[in-house]
T-cell receptor, first 115, second 110 residues
């Protein structure tokens, strides 16, 4: 069965370190998204990609970067982790806008703690 | 500004006690309204997509409806296993991006 996986599921790091969160999907979807989820804010879009070599900033992109070298993977990098980036991170994927069924499917999440 | 507001924030129901969750939205050019269920420690799970006012979708004890300004998720005779956070999201204009509400946390007691 097709799925979307994230790793690690839990991560503790220190302020200033570079951290990379992995996201891998086997849906063969063109679109991939990264969100963070915090109490009181719901899911907020960090970065997204509509295909290989395409990346775009979401509403809370400062301090984060992504790259898309293939269809299946969209790693999220925190260049210099800050305590404000402590959160739960979700990756999602969907078919492109031309499809009639383009709901987003979510991964299980990564809980990141920055000390 | 595009916005999604869900109410109530939390809802406690007795098993079998039907109720509704509300999702109101302000967005230019709605291209779909989505309902998700999220269990603690897990990612959101897709439930429904609604595209036009008057549309309804059903799945087991859940029914989603859509008007020009809001959507309702009706829960009929809920069971404890329906306890979860229910998220509403809208797709904006001619994009694949979603704007999420902050969710309604539903607890159903036996």
């Amino acid at each position: 069965d097709a799925e979307i996986t994230q790793s690690p599921r839990h991560k503790i790091t220190e302020t200033g370190r570079q951290v990379t969160l992995a996201c891998h999907q086997t849906w063969n979807h063109n679109n991939m998204f990264w969100y963070r989820q915090d109490l009181g804010h719901g899911l907020r879009l960090i970065h997204y990609s509509y295909g290989v070599q395409d990346t775009n900033k979401g509403e809370v992109s400062d301090g984060y970067s992504v790259s898309r070298s293939n269809t299946e993977d969209l790693p999220l990098t925190l260049e210099s982790a800050a305590s404000s980036q402590t959160s739960v991170y979700f990756c999602a994927s969907s078919r492109d806008l031309s499809s009639s069924y383009n709901e987003q499917f979510f991964g299980p999440g990564t809980r990141l703690t920055v000390l | 500004e595009d916005q999604v507001t869900q109410s109530p924030e939390a809802l406690r129901l007795q098993e079998g006690e039907s109720s509704s969750l509300n999702c109101s939205y302000t967005v230019s050019g709605l291209r779909g309204l989505f309902w998700y269920r999220q269990d603690p420690g897990k990612g959101p799970e897709f439930l429904f997509t609604l595209y036009s006012a008057g549309e309804e979708k059903e799945k087991e004890r859940l029914k989603a409806t859509l008007t020009k300004k809001e959507s309702f998720l009706h829960i009929t005779a809920p069971k404890p296993e329906d306890s979860a956070t229910y998220l509403c999201a809208v797709r904006v204009r001619n994009t694949d991006k979603l704007i999420f509400g902050t969710g309604t946390r539903l607890q159903v007691f036996p």
